[in-house]
């Protein structure tokens, strides 16, 4: 039985909310009840970088413009950092998060600082001559379709790279500042096992973390790093296991 408790999906690095189209209509037929978000790249009217606190309160202002009660957070990727911080702050609100090969942070951790060295220099780099952002400098077509999109044709990994977004260097610097505990909120980490963003055994390592920290369930599929559009189905079944 397909649970009532609505579901968030909040996407990761460079992504929007197209990301989730495909799943989220397959979630939909199976009988859920799905919203999204698009989390903001571009500079604030102050002209700061958009980062961690500002996506956590997109999440926080969705479920409360909605009046959602019990909700489902599923994150992807960079998503899961807010997503955390955005569970802390309404507990009250959020029954379970599911998180997707994503980033797990400790309270007052960045990304930047369990990042490869070699890596967070070529962010580093990038940003610093495009003003803030990073993306296709660090990232190359090739990289794309070889970690993201293995099952897709050319053409297709072609548009979603046209499509993806370069994303401010505040994703990976800004910290974790948790304003309350969530450490009863019960986790699900679904970690695909032919992921090697970032570094080889990076997305283990955070299953791993996350069950350090939250009670967790870590459930494995064979997969690269956009693994719910590489092998949706099996995803949903597991969401049916673990939610119904």
Known sequence: MVTQRPLLLVHGNFSEAWSWDDFKARLMKRGYTVYTINLLWKRKQSGQ???????ALQITDCVRQHKLSDVVL???????????????????????????????????????????????????????????????????????KENFFPHLSDQEVKHLYDKMHPEPITVWTDKLTLSASCQALPC????????????????????????????????????????????????INILDRVLG
């Open 49 to 55: 970088l958009p980062g961690v606190a500002d996506h």
């Open 74 to 144: 599923v994150a992807h990727s960079y998503g899961g950092v807010p997503t955390v911080q955005a569970a802390a702050d309404m507990p009250d609100e959020v029954s379970t998060a599911i998180f997707m090969n994503a980033h797990i942070l400790h309270n007052h951790q960045s990304i930047a600082q369990q990042a490869p060295a070699r890596l967070l220099s070529l962010i580093e780099q990038e940003a610093a001559k495009s003003d803030g952002y990073w993306f296709r400098g660090v990232v190359s077509y090739e990289a794309v």
């Open 188 to 235: 699900h980490y679904i970690l695909f096992t032919d992921d090697v963003a970032v570094r080889s055994g990076y997305w283990r390592d955070m299953a791993d973390k996350l069950r350090s920290i939250h009670p967790t369930q870590v459930h494995t599929l064979p997969g690269h790093h956009f693994g719910y559009m590489e092998c949706p189905e099996e995803v």
